[in-house]
């Protein structure tokens, strides 16, 4: 399931299995924070994209970067429901 939001970041889950999903979020914030549910991502953005795994469910994903607009999270369902723009 991949989720656009204009010049926002991009969002893509790939549910593995019941307990893991693979989120990749791509942005042109090179060197940027992604956080997911309010908790930073071990992998900031590189080449484009940072890649982690969360719990299959709703999330919340931001990615924040000094001299960016801060802007709201983002909501992706991670494979369970619709997805929202937060």
């Not at 204009?6 to 019941?18: E, F, G, H, I, K």
């Not at 791509?26 to 549910?37: K, L, M, P, Q, R």
Request: aromatic share 4%; no cysteine.
């Amino acid at each position: 399931m991949q989720t656009s939001f204009d010049a926002a970041p991009s969002l893509t889950v790939t549910v593995l299995d019941a307990n893991r999903a693979m989120l990749v979020v791509s942005s042109n914030a090179e060197g940027g924070t992604v956080f997911v549910d309010g908790q930073p991502v071990r992998d900031a953005i590189r080449d484009g994209k940072s890649q982690s795994f969360v719990k299959p469910g709703v999330r919340r994903v931001k990615v924040e970067m000094d001299g960016y607009q801060d802007e709201p999270e983002q909501g992706n369902s991670g494979g369970q429901g619709q997805s929202d723009s937060g």
